[in-house]
């Protein structure tokens, strides 16, 4: 499968790192590939959870669209929130 990163998800990167977070496409990929925890949503996206650090998720949301993986956003979450 390909990754195609939407032009949202591309700025998310600079974003997080002005928020403090340092995530790398390769962080986004591996979430997909191997996630904590994954919710198929109604609307055909996927949400992918992995642990970002000790107190924070990164949380992916993305879609495949044939053998392509879509990227849409992807944003840090508290992990007691997410229940990982």
């Given amino acids: 499968m390909r990754y195609h990163f939407t ?4 700025e998310k990167f600079a974003r ?3 928020s403090g977070f340092s995530v790398t496409q390769k962080k986004v990929k591996d979430t997909i590939a191997a996630p904590l925890k994954s919710e198929p949503r109604d609307d055909g996206t ?3 959870t992995s642990l970002l650090d000790e107190p924070h998720v990164l949380r992916v949301v993305y ?3 044939r053998d392509i993986i879509v990227i849409i956003t992807f944003y840090p979450g508290r ?3 997410y229940a990982v």
Avoid: N, S
């Fill in 7 to 10: 032009k949202h998800a591309k």
């Fill in 16 to 18: 997080m790192r002005q």
């Fill in 46 to 48: 996927v949400i992918a």
């Fill in 63 to 65: 879609r495949v669209d």
């Fill in 79 to 81: 992990r007691k929130a």
